[in-house]
């Protein structure tokens, strides 16, 4: 069974997101979606609703399952059986930063990375952009997926 992890922040999870995960089930016979749990950065949307509203948006999807996990990514897909992690790229910097991070985890746990391009008319959305629209009162559910349900979409 080949199983993966496809890491994030998702503060929020945007159909960018989405789409990465539903093509990573071409690759996968199983993705475990994790929420990471970051000290540092601060969070818009609690992770629990962000948690929910993942769950909800593949509520159909038995091959994607979703955790929260509060480790190091490598420690996280080691629990979870998983041999790589799922990331997407929209751009060179996110190519960049990927590129370090698989060569840490490479080294780290031996789990090899994964990276889809993100398709072009997602490419310009990220967690950031939508929790910008998200303080100013905009409406932000063009940005999600359609079942991520009233956790971040009100
Ligand atoms: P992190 O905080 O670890 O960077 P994010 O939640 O921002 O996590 O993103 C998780 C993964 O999804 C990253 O690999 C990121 O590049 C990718 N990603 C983010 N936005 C998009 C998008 N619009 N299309 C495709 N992939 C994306």
Same mark, same amino acid.
């Given at each position: 069974?080949?199983?993966?992890?496809?890491?994030?922040?998702?503060?929020?999870?945007?159909? =960018?997101?989405?789409?990465?995960?539903? *093509?990573?089930? @071409?690759? +996968?016979?199983?993705?475990?979606?994790?929420?990471?749990? #970051?000290?540092?950065?601060?969070?818009?949307?609690?992770?629990?609703?962000?948690?929910?509203?993942?769950?909800?948006?593949?509520?159909?999807?038995?091959?994607?399952?979703?955790?929260?996990?509060?480790?190091?990514?490598?420690?996280?897909?080691?629990?979870?059986?998983? =041999?790589?992690?799922?990331?997407?790229? *929209?751009?060179? @910097?996110? +190519?960049?930063?990927?590129?370090?991070?698989?060569?840490? #985890?490479?080294?780290?746990?031996?789990?090899?990375?994964?990276?889809?391009?993100?398709?072009?008319?997602?490419?310009?959305?990220?967690?950031?952009?939508?929790?910008?629209?998200?303080?100013?009162?905009?409406?932000?559910?063009?940005?999600?997926?359609?079942?991520?349900?009233?956790?971040?979409?009100?």
């Amino acid at each position: 069974m080949r199983r993966a992890i496809f890491p994030g922040s998702f503060d929020p999870f945007t159909i =960018g997101h989405y789409d990465i995960a539903k *093509r990573g089930l @071409e690759l +996968f016979d199983e993705i475990i979606i994790g929420i990471g749990r #970051n000290s540092v950065k601060k969070e818009t949307f609690p992770i629990r609703e962000r948690l929910t509203a993942i769950e909800n948006a593949f509520a159909d999807e038995d091959k994607i399952k979703v955790e929260i996990y509060d480790c190091l990514t490598v420690d996280f897909a080691r629990e979870q059986n998983a =041999g790589f992690i799922l990331r997407g790229i *929209r751009c060179v @910097e996110d +190519f960049e930063y990927e590129r370090n991070m698989a060569e840490a #985890n490479k080294q780290l746990g031996n789990i090899e990375t994964i990276l889809l391009y993100t398709r072009p008319e997602y490419a310009h959305i990220s967690s950031t952009l939508v929790r910008d629209l998200y303080s100013y009162n905009k409406d932000i559910t063009a940005f999600l997926p359609a079942k991520a349900g009233s956790a971040t979409n009100e």
